[in-house]
């Protein structure tokens, strides 16, 4: 069973612009959280979707949204972006409620 | 405002020993905790996982203890190997809303 992926693995942009990162749940798993990690900060939830649906949100300003779609691949884009948006964003699926949640390796994002 | 926190960033210990890894939550209505690992360039493992109706749960050499009262949360790793080197997050969740994560211990087990 294939795990949770995540392209692309690195990503160097340039203050100002914007990204867009993807996930790809493991099969069967219909629940997708984000979340931010920076050094010293943890992780930090940005948001989770369930059946295409935005079910949870964190303190994220609006520059960072997602979406789900029909197959329950997410995508999660950050517009405008700022140096301090540098970090490793990390996507992870679970099948249902209060289970385990499934980390995919995460894409690492350095804003220059 | 943190609701789970891990106040220990490092913490190292010999091979061989146990390793005790502490978490605290300020949240009464979380009822599902979890222990993940973390190496470099790499995302969260799960570890081990309790719910809030057991006080212990064990998987081989990995114990998690949950005590409601004081609101606190601890891993114990024995015996502590080499390579059980990395970082250590906790979790907690209340039903049906998102994980909260802990800001990490970083675990060095020393051969």
């Known amino acids: 069973k294939a795990g949770v992926t995540q392209t692309p693995r690195y990503l160097i942009k340039t203050r100002g612009q914007q990204v867009t990162l993807s996930c790809s749940p493991i099969s069967g798993h219909r629940s997708v959280s984000w979340y931010q990690q920076t050094p010293g900060q943890g992780l930090q939830f940005l948001f989770e979707?369930?059946?295409?649906?935005?079910?949870n949100k964190g303190n994220f300003p609006g520059r960072f949204s997602g979406r789900q779609f029909s197959n329950s691949r997410s995508e999660m884009n950050v517009s405008t972006l700022e140096l301090g948006d540098s970090a490793l964003y990390l996507c992870a699926s679970r099948g249902t409620m209060n289970t385990e949640a499934f980390f995919g390796q995460g894409t690492r994002l350095t804003v220059v | 405002d943190q609701q789970v926190k891990q106040n220990s960033p490092s913490l190292r210990v010999q091979e061989g020993r146990i390793s005790i890894l502490n978490c605290d939550y300020t949240n009464s209505m979380f009822d599902y905790f979890l222990w993940y690992k973390k190496y470099p360039a790499e995302g969260p493992t799960f570890l081990i996982s309790i719910s809030s109706i057991k006080d212990k749960n064990e998987d081989g050499r990995f114990t998690v203890f949950l005590n409601k009262s004081a609101k606190h949360l601890s891993l114990h790793i024995v015996p502590s190997q080499p390579g059980d080197s990395a970082v250590y997050f906790c979790a907690a969740s209340a039903r049906l809303d998102q994980f909260y994560f802990g800001t990490g211990t970083s675990l060095t087990v020393i051969p």
């Open positions: 979707y369930f059946s295409e649906t935005q079910r």
